[in-house]
């Protein structure tokens, strides 16, 4: 079964690295249903990952996303650059209806083998989310898409997560928030690398800009040493439903790109890294208590904190003694 | 230092226990916090919880969870009984201010010794949103708390799994929704044991309470012994604003804790346990890998893959060998 799987990996790599869209979007599943074929798929096309820019778009419902990423996209191919999305769903009643409508018109693009879009389902395993997200990604790349656009909606945890985890991750903002709202938002500005004020036609779209470029600045009195720099983000307005700002948004992330590989970009890389091996760890772990000689035993325990008799910690270790005993026992 | 916080932990679980508020407001935020006394305090405190009915209380952001929170926390005092609340708080643009208005709300309990509310962060460590909350809820039920209501924001992936590893899950939603609104939000709706259209003075109210029982009709033609069985939710109306329907649903609520006890609600308990002692596993094998005889190790692993020079898979591996290496070494 596992070779068979990695010979059918090796086979749809090789054609999804050759152009073949088909063996791509398989591929892409197989990594979305965390199956063998998804694991061989990943140890055989990671190594041959790495170069691609992988930009998270976040901000809340409305702010226009979706709007934004087709306007990039046009830019993109405009300039003759191949372009993949990844769009994490979250099946919401708040963006779900929003982004049928931008997958409509996507479909504009459905004869250009060079944009590939991809939308993910965000329900399903706990903290899985990234890890999924990173590996489709890291999947694109290797099948030669120099820029991976991570589309979320940053209302959630895991959602958040997905987009800061990019290289670079730019935060989309609507014109015209109340007051009320700008104090409780730090929460997303925090990643933000850039800070897009989208529907720049609004009526508010500068002065929002302007009171964003304000709150950035980095609070004075506070040393810089012990902890981590903030990021400073640029903010820039575009209005995406007519391309306007557009241009300058993809020379900000090309120029973020560049000015970041040593640093910024560097670090994001290592977290994504560390996230998707600790993700990785936990389905190990998981498999090896569920072999059949330690199936009864870990079921056991966690029947016994289910019922309160163990508490989770001396339940942890005592999986992580049962997972550590020598097979053939 | 383990045994320092043993110490403390007992001395502020037994203050707890015994209704000293300041001492269950320490205990949450070392469990917030995944301080050693977190740790010392669950491990005192599980084995003393599992009685109190754990309800969560999700939807979208508008629907008015914080006011029906409120509404039942009135109707719960009125009845003699005690209760807690647990509000995880997104940070987020869109629902921040609302609950900061209905933390203000709910003030007006601050006199009185037998509500205890208490909001989270659902930002931080990835995958540990569950995690705390559900020990957050056994520290509020070890200490008396019979009734907890866990207050999530049904928009990311990680809010929605808190709420669903409640006892008893409800939904809420708002009236007059739009048709392409309806088909996606079927997510939220697979989680509810209880679907509450509040805002009933509204019009429209009524005829989105019949749709909803509608779709919520298990699809004919499937066999059911293969999969899950639907939870066919009922669908309550309420207008928290008045009260209006509140009583009905803390009826609806106690039914479901007694006809559940040893159905979903079992489940529900079996889920909850395995996400906790799994996200514990988690953060012990990263202590593990942090010790100073395997750090330096263990960071050349998580660099390889962040350079692509070692595919994730291979890096777990190599790592749950490298915690399996006997100590001392």
Do not use: C
Not at 44 to 68: C, D, F, N, W
């Amino acid at each position: 079964m596992a070779e068979d799987a990695t010979a059918r990996a090796h086979a749809l790599a090789e054609a999804a690295v050759g152009g073949d869209r088909l063996a791509l979007a398989r591929l892409l599943t197989a990594i979305e249903n965390r199956s063998p074929l998804g694991e061989a798929a990943m140890r055989e096309l990671y190594p041959k990952a790495g170069r691609a820019h992988l930009v998270g778009i976040t901000g809340p419902p409305g702010a226009g996303k979706s709007t934004l990423v087709a306007a990039l996209i046009a830019e993109v191919r405009a300039a003759g650059r191949p372009v993949a999305v990844v769009a994490v769903d979250p099946s919401s009643p708040i963006t779900g209806g929003a982004l049928l409508g931008d997958r409509v018109r996507m479909q504009a693009y459905a004869g250009d083998g060079d944009v590939f879009i991809r939308s993910m389902a965000s329900r399903g395993h706990a903290g899985g989310l990234a890890s999924t997200t990173t590996a489709a990604a890291a999947v694109l790349d290797a099948a030669g898409f120099d820029l991976v656009l991570i589309e979320t909606v940053g209302t959630g945890q895991s959602e958040v997560e997905v987009a800061a985890a990019a290289d670079t991750t730019v935060v989309l903002e609507a014109p015209e928030m109340g007051d009320e709202v700008q104090a409780i938002k730090a929460g997303l500005l925090e990643v933000a690398d850039l800070v897009v004020v989208n529907k720049g036609d609004k009526p508010g779209a500068q002065r929002t800009a302007a009171q964003l470029r304000a709150m950035l600045v980095p609070t004075t009195g506070r040393t810089a040493t012990d902890r981590p720099q903030p990021k400073r983000p640029d903010v820039l307005v575009t209005t995406a439903s007519t391309g306007e700002g557009v241009v300058a948004l993809l020379a900000a992330l090309d120029a973020h790109r560049l000015a970041g590989r040593e640093g910024r970009v560097e670090s994001a890389r290592r977290t994504r890294a560390e996230a998707q091996v600790r993700a990785i760890l936990g389905d190990r772990l998981a498999a090896r208590l569920a072999v059949p000689q330690l199936a009864a035993e870990s079921d056991a325990v966690f029947a016994a904190v289910a019922d309160h008799r163990l508490d989770p910690y001396a339940a942890a270790d005592q999986l992580l003694e049962l997972a550590a005993r020598p097979r053939g026992d």
